[in-house]
């Protein structure tokens, strides 16, 4: 029987939550859209998010029932997770002037979201047909002559959990080459465009192993980039 809805979950923190985009939509809104092109099926989009939350305090989540109910019914998620870690550790940083502190908070959070993958494969452990996609980080603290080095060393660690079904979605380049046009008036989360650019990014990890799911052929490569 041909499935007619996909299941998408998405977790994590301020940018799950599109905190910054206003009235626009934020790259879950724009993911979705993507979603019902390609297999051309209605998408259950379901959130579970908080605004500030650290990659420890996104790892919790997975213990409440009412989103492991959602992940084992889920064919796709996001996860959006480390902003707010390297947040505090500047912080830290600006009160001992050690940068060890960045490397600390990087190994930990690794921890943290390896812990989450493998909650994410404990309750699908009999299912095939989803994907993991994990957003990496861009930097908006470009003033700071540091920041680059520790956000590349994120997305570096982060990408090492790509394999058939996880994918980190990079937003790094795109986001420095567009600057501040990328950001909202707080300087910190992603406006309109910013958001564009990771709904971009995820679309560009491609739809494996879904994507024969609703019988169609794959159709993301005849889709029109905005």
């Not at 390609?38 to 500030?52: K, L, T, W």
């Not at 997305?155 to 080459?177: G, H, P, S, V, W």
Request: glycine residues 6%.
């Amino acid at each position: 029987m041909e499935k007619r809805t996909l299941n998408y979950v998405a977790i994590g923190d301020s940018l799950t939550l599109g905190v910054g985009s206003l009235m626009n939509p934020n790259f879950v809104n724009l993911y979705t859209q993507t979603l019902e092109s390609v297999f051309q099926m209605d998408v259950v989009r379901i959130v579970y998010a908080r605004n500030g939350a650290t990659t420890k305090q996104i790892l919790k989540f997975f213990k409440k029932r009412k989103i492991r109910e959602g992940i084992r019914e889920a064919d796709v998620i996001t996860i959006t997770a480390g902003g707010n870690d390297l947040r505090r550790a500047l912080r830290t940083y600006y009160k001992k002037k050690d940068q060890a502190v960045f490397k600390d908070t990087i190994r930990q959070s690794m921890m943290n979201i390896a812990s989450m993958l493998k909650e994410i494969q404990k309750i699908k452990s009999n299912q095939d047909d989803y994907y993991v996609r994990l957003v990496g980080l861009y930097n908006p603290y470009t003033q700071l002559e540091f920041s680059d080095k520790w956000i590349k060393t994120f997305n570096t660690q982060l990408k090492r959990f790509n394999r058939k079904r996880i994918m980190m979605a990079d937003i790094y380049e795109d986001f420095k080459e567009q600057g501040r046009n990328a950001l909202a008036v707080d300087g910190l989360h992603p406006n309109k465009l910013g958001y564009a650019i990771i709904a971009e990014a995820l679309d560009h990890t491609g739809f494996e192993p879904l994507v024969s799911l609703s019988g169609r052929p794959y159709l993301y490569q005849c889709i029109e980039k905005s």
